[in-house]
């Protein structure tokens, strides 16, 4: 069973119209959790709009040029088992990437 997710942009302070420079993603894309579906430019800064879970991108709601304010609905994403399978891999990726700052940290005092 798949279910229909509404990707909505974030709470991105006190900016309207922010306007889109980049969609990064097109219908039929499979998108993991976190994965940037969209940039945004505002005034002071360039942020990526990610994905909030993982499944198919069924329909891209905005284009380059468009301006977009919090809560405007960007992206469709067609969630479900791939959804849950991609949950369930990223935990595994977490502890893979726990080794590197342990390994990191014994450097740093050398370094000094």
């Known amino acids: 069973m798949s279910q229909a997710i509404e990707v909505k942009v974030p709470d991105i302070g006190d ?4 306007p889109v420079i980049e969609v990064l993603v097109k219908a039929g894309d499979t ?12 005034d ?27 809560g405007s609905l960007i992206i469709l994403l067609e969630g479900g088992a791939g959804a849950q399978a991609n949950g369930a891999a990223a935990p ?21």
């Open 44 to 70: 002071k800064a360039t942020m990526d709009v990610p994905s909030p879970a993982g499944g198919t991108v069924k329909e891209v709601k905005v284009k380059v040029g468009d301006s977009v304010s919090e």
């Open 31 to 42: 998108v993991e959790p976190e994965q940037s579906l969209v940039t945004l430019e505002s």
């Open 15 to 18: 900016y309207k119209d922010v």
């Open 92 to 112: 595994a990726a977490a502890p893979a990437a726990a080794p590197a700052p342990a390994a990191a940290a014994p450097a740093a005092p050398a370094a000094s």
